[in-house]
C-alpha cells in the first residue's frame, strides 16, 4: 500500500480536526466511507469534545483500531493493538493528552497539531495495517 500520511495532512490543512484527518485518510481500508467516518470522529477533535483530553489524531488512530478489527478476537485483540498505537504515539510526542501535547500548562509546545496528524498516520501505517494487512 502507498503511504497515505500526505493525505491525512492535507485533510487537517483543509480544516478536518485532527481525528478526522487521521481516520478519514483510511475510511475505506476498514470498510466505511469517508463521510461516515467523518461524522463517526466528529466528537473526538481538540482533545475529545474541546476538552483537551486524549490527542484528536490519536483517538481517530484507535478509533480505526475499533472498525478494523470488528469483532475480530473481541476486545482483547483491539485493546492490544490500540495500545500499541498509544505507546507508539507516546514515544515520538512524549505525551498522548492534548493539553500535555500543546504545553498549555508549561509554555512548552512538545509537538504541533499538524505533525501530531503525520504522526498518528505514519504509526496507523507501521503498526494496525501492516499487522492487520488491511
Known sequence: MESRVQGAADRH???YNCAQAV???YADLVGLSEEDVFRLSF???LGM?????TCGALSGACLLTAISTHG?????ATYAVSRRLVERFREEVG????????GVDTGVVLCPCHECVVRAARIVEEVLL???AV
Do not use: F, N
Request: aromatic share 0%; charged share 35%.
Open 13 to 15: 490543512s483543509r480544516g
Open 23 to 25: 481516520a478519514c485518510t
Open 43 to 45: 466528537g473526538l477533535g
Open 49 to 53: 469534545g474541546g476538552m483537551e483530553g
Open 72 to 76: 475480530e478476537g473481541g476486545k482483547a
Open 95 to 102: 505525551a498522548t493528552r492534548c493539553r500535555d501535547i500543546k
Open 130 to 132: 501492516a499487522e492487520k
